[in-house]
């Protein structure tokens, strides 16, 4: 069964922005394959990033992602976008958290980005569906 999925709005970016979003969107299926090369991925470049990121600056970063890199846009996209997102925002020197959650009663998991205390560039509130089991945040010093 097929369904249709809307991809978010393209949005203009310079060629910094572009590239930065290019390459981060390279990056971050490769990062995140495995667990442990996800962890410390995250905490080399999240310890690097100067401050919290706020929710326009995240919101930002996952259509700048989406935008260079259209295979995020889909449904099915949810972790390497989310990654992708989250190393632009780092390079621009502040970074969201990352929260990876799971469906109750299911084996479904879905990856989201935290910025301001709520989730950002998500159709709506995961946490009504998802139960959150891990977040990346390093102003938290250490992944749970």
């Not at 470049?45 to 995240?58: I, L, M």
């Not at 930002?60 to 295979?71: E, G, M």
């Not at 935290?114 to 509130?125: K, T």
């Not at 995961?126 to 938290?140: K, V």
């Amino acid at each position: 069964m097929s369904f249709p999925v809307a991809l978010p709005p393209r949005i203009t970016l310079g060629p910094r922005q572009y590239v930065l979003a290019r390459a981060a969107g390279v990056l971050a299926p490769r990062i995140s394959v495995s667990t442990p090369r996800l962890e410390r991925a995250l905490a080399r470049v999240q310890q690097r990033a100067r401050r919290p990121s706020t929710a326009a600056e995240t919101e930002h970063a996952v259509l700048a992602v989406c935008t260079a890199n259209l295979q995020f846009g889909g449904a099915r996209a949810c972790l390497p976008r989310s990654v992708a997102a989250l190393l632009y925002c780092c390079a621009h020197g502040h970074t969201p958290a990352l929260v990876l959650g799971l469906k109750p009663g299911t084996a479904q998991v879905h990856a989201w980005l935290v910025a301001e205390g709520g989730p950002v560039g998500e159709p709506s509130d995961p946490t009504r569906t998802y139960t959150p089991i891990t977040r990346y945040s390093p102003q938290e010093k250490k992944y749970r």
